[in-house]
């Protein structure tokens, strides 16, 4: 079996195998700064290379130097936050590091890591959710919104959100979810910064329901944008 065939899922194994989680890794950067973060730990031929990256500005720069496939449906491309989620099989050939390229002076940008060791790579199912998020005088904590999804086979779900804010402070990570990776950034209250969390739990087939990620401030309100999307890995 090809383990390229990453969103195919007309293949099966028999029995079913866990996916299981081994290591993450994140990193940010300011002002349009390169990202540059080590690959998760304990790797292996085969393991399933996950990586979600978000921009509080521009269009998600080019994630290298590695080659990684774009997951459809899991883009974001707006004047406000942008996003990515792409993924690679991992074969051995892999650099030290995942790089986000730099971008304009001013963007803020983050990326989260992530590696999984299926039976068979094949994100079964995608969706992924943009949300004007005005934050005002709204009292916290605030909440973003990760999708449902109508699975067919059992799997791990995998959700991510990501926030253009002022130092975010996480306060959850999904109902019922381990949280894997998380990050916020903090500066100026005039600067709409960029935090991000990933976190997955096996479920069952069939539907998911939506997860959401709970979160306050720091020593400031600035933001307006979230975004969160949803895997499943079988």
């Known amino acids: 079996m090809r383990r390229d065939s990453i969103l195919d899922d007309s293949r099966r194994l ?8 081994i290591s ?32 509080n500005k521009g269009t998600v720069a080019a994630i290298g130097p590695d080659s990684f496939t774009p997951i459809p449906g899991a883009q974001s491309d707006r004047t406000d936050f942008n996003s990515s989620v792409v993924y690679r099989a991992a074969d051995g050939t892999e650099a030290a590091s995942i790089i986000l390229a730099a ?35 709204l009292s ?5 919104l990760a999708p449902s999804l109508d699975v067919p086979t059992a799997g791990r779900l995998v959700c991510c959100w990501a926030l253009r804010e002022h130092d975010v402070i996480w306060e959850t990570g999904g109902e ?4 894997r990776q ?5 500066g100026s209250p005039s600067v709409a910064d960029i ?14 329901s939506h997860r959401t990620a709970m979160y306050s401030y720091g020593s400031g309100q600035h933001g307006d944008a979230a975004w969160g999307a949803s895997l499943i890995l079988r």
């Open 182 to 186: 998380s990050f916020r950034q903090t």
């Open 14 to 21: 028999p029995g079913f195998v866990p996916v299981q989680f």
């Open 24 to 55: 993450a890794t994140s990193g940010h950067a300011t002002n349009g700064a390169q990202v540059e973060v080590p690959y998760p730990d304990d790797g292996a031929v085969g393991d399933l290379i996950l990586v979600f990256a978000g921009d």
């Open 140 to 144: 916290p904590p605030h909440s973003v």
């Open 195 to 208: 935090a991000m969390q990933a976190s997955d739990q096996m479920v069952p087939a069939g539907p998911t």
């Open 176 to 179: 019922g979810m381990e949280v």
């Open 103 to 137: 971008g304009p002076v001013g963007e803020m940008r983050g990326l989260i890591a992530l590696r999984y060791r299926p039976a068979k790579l094949s994100p079964i199912a995608v969706s992924a959710v943009n949300d004007d998020q005005q934050s005002g005088t």
